[in-house]
Every structure is written in structure tokens, then in C-alpha cells.
């Protein structure tokens, strides 16, 4: 599964990259880092209950992307929001692993992957 998380990586490192911008303009790639933010929100919560021991692993993924894309003022907001948004509607959806909360983490993941392989195919330099 690590591999799968090698584009996560490759995204932050990609983000990292891109000049830091002086007002709080929205970027054209806003949109799928509120996505994969909401992912990591949901993959945090659901690993958690799914007995991973991954501890805060998806959270810190949050932050590194967070430290990375640098964002400020609404667009930090927004991000943020995103995280909590999917860590917060799959906690009232489930209070224990089911099959469900598996089948989710694997669609979540590979979404989360495919997110961060398009972004950097797209926007890393």
C-alpha cells in the first residue's frame, strides 16, 4: 500500500514547488486539493475505526500538504473544511469497521491516488 501513497508524496513535493502567491487567489487545482483533503479526512477517521494503528498517519498527510501548498486566508479555510467535512460524515455514517468502511477506505485511497498522480502529471515542474 505504501507505493499507492508514493504519488501522495510526489503531489506535496510537486505543490511545495509552486511560488507562493501573494493574495489569496484561488489556484486552477483548488478543487482537487479540497477533494483530497476531504479523502484524507475520511481515511483518517475510517482507518481508525477499521483497527489500522495508523495513529494520526492521515492527518500528518493533511499537514504535509497543508506545509506544502502553503495556503492562506479562504484557502486554507476551504482545505481544512475539506478534512473535516469527510472525516466528520463518515464518522456519523459509521461507529465500527463494516465490509462498507473497507470498501470504502480502498475506493478512497485509490481516488486519493489517482488525484495526486494527475495533479503532479499536470502541474509539477
Not at 499537514?63 to 476551504?78: F, K, Y
Not at 465490509?99 to 485509490?110: D, G, H, L, N
Amino acid at each position: 500500500m505504501s507505493t499507492r501513497f508514493l504519488a501522495i508524496f510526489a503531489l506535496i513535493l510537486a505543490c511545495a514547488s509552486v511560488p507562493a502567491r501573494a493574495q489569496d487567489v484561488a489556484a486552477p487545482f483548488d478543487g482537487d486539493l479540497q477533494r483530497l483533503a476531504e479523502i484524507l479526512g475520511g481515511l483518517h477517521y475510517l482507518r481508525g475505526i477499521c483497527g489500522s494503528n495508523e495513529g494520526n498517519k492521515w492527518r500528518n498527510e493533511m499537514q504535509a500538504l497543508i506545509d506544502a501548498e502553503t495556503p492562506s486566508g479562504e484557502r486554507r479555510t476551504r482545505m481544512i473544511a475539506g478534512f473535516n467535512r469527510g472525516y466528520n460524515g463518515f464518522q456519523q455514517t459509521y461507529r465500527s469497521c463494516t465490509p462498507a468502511a473497507t470498501v470504502a477506505i480502498r475506493r478512497y485511497i485509490e481516488e486519493g491516488s489517482k488525484i495526486s498522480r494527475d495533479l503532479t502529471a499536470r502541474y509539477a515542474n
